[in-house]
């Protein structure tokens, strides 16, 4: 089973660029989020999603967009791209509110 | 708005010894709390899950207590290995269905 599977592992980018982190996972569920992890901060909700369709801001979604328009896909967007942006950024997905959370590798975002 | 919290931030043990990690959360309108592990440079590893309705979890030398009505909930580590040698994470889920984290306890299990 592959889980949660996040696209790239690692990417450098100069600031004003845009990019997309990519988050798929094959287990039919319907809540997907997205985190960033900075050090010693624990991790921050940028977006979450219920399922296909709806999307909701979490704690820090300044600089961010989402997009749910399959169950398996929730990619995040980052446009105009800033070193505060640098961070390493967590997908996550649980079946229900009763369920367990499972979580990708990360991709670890650099913003120059 | 909910605010979970950590403590102790960090905590380096001897190999053998029994720990508690503790995690306290200010609104008990949650779904359920969850416990994690991550490596250096790792994802996220889940650990156990308590939902609002069950008081313990148990999962091999783990065991995770929860006390919604003050906010509290621990993790006990029981005969400590250096493969425990981690950060543990605290997440609970509320009733808006966000996943919100302690910033987590590094532990250090010293050989």
């Known amino acids: 089973n592959a889980g949660v599977t996040q696209t790239p592992k690692f990417r450098i980018l100069k600031i004003g660029q845009s990019m997309t982190l990519q988050c798929t996972q094959d287990?039919?569920?319907?809540?997907m989020y997205w985190y960033r992890q900075d050090p010693g901060m624990g991790l921050k909700l940028i977006y979450y999603?219920?399922?296909?369709?709806?999307?909701d801001k979490g704690e820090v979604p300044n600089g961010y967009n989402v997009s749910r328009s399959t169950t398996e896909d929730f990619p995040l967007r980052l446009e105009l791209a800033a070193p505060s942006q640098t961070s390493v950024y967590f997908c996550?997905?649980?079946?229900?509110?009763?369920?367990?959370?499972?979580f990708g590798q990360g991709t670890r975002l650099t913003v120059v | 708005k909910q605010e979970v919290t950590q403590i102790p931030a960090a905590l380096s043990v001897p190999e053998g010894e029994n720990l508690v990690l503790n995690c306290s959360f200010t609104?008990?309108?949650?779904?359920?709390l969850q416990w994690f592990r991550q490596d250096p440079g790792k994802g996220l590893t889940s650990l156990l899950l308590?939902?609002?309705?069950?008081r313990e979890q148990t999962s091999g030398r783990l065991n995770a207590s929860l006390d919604k009505s003050s906010g509290r909930s621990t993790l006990y580590i029981a005969a400590s290995q250096p493969g425990d040698s981690a950060t543990y994470l605290c997440?609970?889920?509320?009733?808006?269905?966000?996943?919100?984290f302690g910033k987590g306890t590094r532990l250090h299990i010293l050989p």
């Open positions: 999603s219920v399922g296909a369709g709806i999307t």
């Open positions: 308590i939902q609002s309705s069950q």
């Open positions: 609104d008990s309108a949650i779904y359920n």
């Open positions: 996550a997905s649980s079946y229900s509110s009763r369920r367990a959370a499972f």
């Open positions: 997440a609970v889920m509320n009733r808006d269905d966000k996943i919100i």
């Open positions: 287990m039919n569920h319907n809540y």
